[in-house]
């Protein structure tokens, strides 16, 4: 029977199908493109997140820098209020009011219930909120330097500071991720919660979470980002803290300007 004969006839050429082994032989090769895929992922997506991180610390220290232009050279402290309570116009409301037009800067962002992008780490799954619920940073997942900057304006041992007293403002460590939920300064640096942790290694593989009173530890990650009081921000590799026996040194902290306080 020839070729013409068989249309005539309906018959139909035979289809190849793929066999079961072949199948499987696709899945795998699938699978394994995947698994090759995904680290370069994840690695992609935590770029990402760094780099929003260090974006948020560039306009963090804009603002900081037009308050001190604005405000006869003083640094902004942790805490700015000149008279009645000395607990209020946290640094983050301060700088919210002048780059996101925050209304009322006495107050934290727990308090006044907002949350602005700026003030929030993409690599901090803790929300902004109140920290009398154990959870949540009332302050934002960043933080000023007591050491430079100073406690607030009536503390006698971290005392608040002028510009022209930082003689090296590129190296004079201003704002940094943060573990504190509920305070807007630091002047300690520790890898495990005895030490009083407050800087967050929150960056990079290996950063392990734990919950303390006021705490969120992120300890042992590859690095920390932080911005300087000349406007540049960068990632702090975990090394560059200088770690002896376990403790991690605060030095970083305290370059760039004269040192007057009683540590």
């Known amino acids: 029977m020839n070729g013409i004969q068989r249309k005539r006839n309906g018959m139909k050429k035979p289809v190849r199908r793929f066999t079961l082994i072949e199948l499987l032989v696709v899945i795998a090769i699938i699978a394994i493109l995947a698994a090759m895929l995904m680290p ?8 990402a997140k760094d780099s929003s991180c260090v ?4 306009q963090q220290i804009m603002g900081f820098q037009s308050y001190v232009d604005a405000n006869d050279g003083w640094l902004i402290a942790g805490l700015n209020q000149r008279t009645g309570s000395e607990n209020t116009h946290p640094w983050s409301s301060v700088v919210a009011s002048i780059v996101c037009g925050m209304p009322n800067p006495s107050l934290s962002f727990a308090s006044a219930k907002v949350s602005y992008p700026l003030f929030s780490c993409p690599s901090e799954p803790q929300p902004i909120g109140s920290s009398s619920k154990g959870d949540f940073f009332s302050y934002g997942h960043y933080a000023v330097n007591a050491l430079l900057c100073g406690y607030n304006q009536v503390n006698t041992t971290y005392r608040p500071r002028k510009a022209s007293s930082v003689t090296r403002p590129g190296i004079a460590l201003t704002i940094l991720d943060t573990v504190n939920r509920a305070s807007p300064f630091f002047a300690t640096i520790g890898n495990n919660p005895t030490l009083g942790c407050e800087i967050a290694t929150r960056h990079g593989s290996g950063a392990v979470r734990l919950n303390g009173a006021n705490v969120h530890y992120c300890l042992d990650g590859q690095y920390v980002n932080g911005s300087y009081l000349d406007g540049h921000a960068r990632k702090i590799q975990r090394t560059e803290w200088k770690e002896f026996n376990g403790t991690l040194s605060r030095d970083l902290l305290r370059q760039g300007y004269a040192n007057e306080f009683s540590l």
Do not use: D, H
């Open 40 to 47: 370069a992922l994840g690695q992609a997506r935590n770029a």
């Open 55 to 58: 974006s948020n610390l560039k």
